[in-house]
């Protein structure tokens, strides 16, 4: 995301390192786990001629992971296929629009496969909903941005309005052109939980913060939508789980 406060890739890696404790999420194996089998019904937003948006039947990686074992997909997964979002203009957006309230609204969990096919942006931020709601009763919002600000950034749009290059969770991930990532962002009323290949990138503890949607072209993904930025992604295995209660909960504070 170039548009607004450019950071160089010398301060990016003076960003603090992404930490590794336990990651409890189980999603793929857990019975309450609802995998994406259409994708027709998540809508592209118009965000000019050049935002493309296509379904294909796969999309291999050009330059898989030689340490890491193939994703093994589920029927649902494999019939969904994969949705890929063109450079846009700069923007590429879609929204879920199906008739199903497909989130549970106490406390959830999305993962997805994410791969950045061309550009140097971010290709799969998720726009999500944070399980409060504003003055005029509607969702509040932010997105999970993935590779942005050049490529590097992680983080939510955004945190006490700052921008996810600015605010506590902002992190430094490299992502390698060409390879599946996996993606989760676990959400209650408390907290915003972000793992990438089962390593936690940030807990957020959101008691008493201002939650809100970058003001860009990214809002037309509210509540529920994948963008991408001058990149193009490919997002496939979208599975859906409610979270157990007292699975999440914000970190204590010492005494």
């Known amino acids: 995301m170039r548009f607004l406060f450019p950071i160089t890739i010398a301060l990016l890696q003076l960003l603090p390192a992404c930490g590794k404790p ?5 999603t793929n194996t857990t019975p ?3 995998t994406i089998s259409d994708f027709k019904v998540w809508k592209q937003q118009d965000t000019g001629p050049e935002a493309k948006v296509e379904i294909k039947t796969e999309l291999a ?6 340490a890491a074992k193939p994703a093994e997909l589920n029927v649902d997964a494999k019939k969904a296929g994969v949705l890929v979002l063109g450079k846009g203009a700069p923007f590429c957006a879609v ?4 008739k199903e309230d497909i989130l549970p609204r106490k406390g959830y969990e999305i993962s997805w496969d994410a791969m950045r096919v061309d550009g140097s942006d971010f290709f799969s931020a998720l726009t999500f909903p944070v399980l409060r709601k504003d003055e005029k009763g509607k969702d509040v919002c932010v997105s999970l941005i993935t590779g942005g600000w050049g490529g590097w950034v992680v983080g939510l749009s955004s945190v006490s309005h700052q921008f996810a290059s600015e605010n506590e969770t902002t992190r430094s991930f490299e992502f390698v052109s060409g390879r599946y ?4 962002i676990q959400v209650t009323p408390e907290v915003i939980r972000c793992i990438i290949n089962g390593d936690q990138q940030f807990k957020l503890d959101t008691k008493d ?14 509540p529920l939508g994948f963008s991408s930025y001058d990149t193009s992604g490919a997002i496939r295995n979208v599975q859906i789980r409610a979270l157990k209660d007292g699975e999440l909960k914000p970190d204590e504070l010492p005494e």
């Open 22 to 26: 336990p990651a409890t999420a189980a």
């Open 209 to 222: 913060k201002a939650l809100t949607m970058h003001p860009s072209e990214i809002q037309k993904s509210v």
């Open 61 to 66: 990686e050009s330059n898989p992971d030689p």
């Open 32 to 34: 309450e786990v609802k």
């Open 95 to 98: 929204k879920y629009e199906g």
């Open 181 to 184: 990532y996996r993606f989760t």
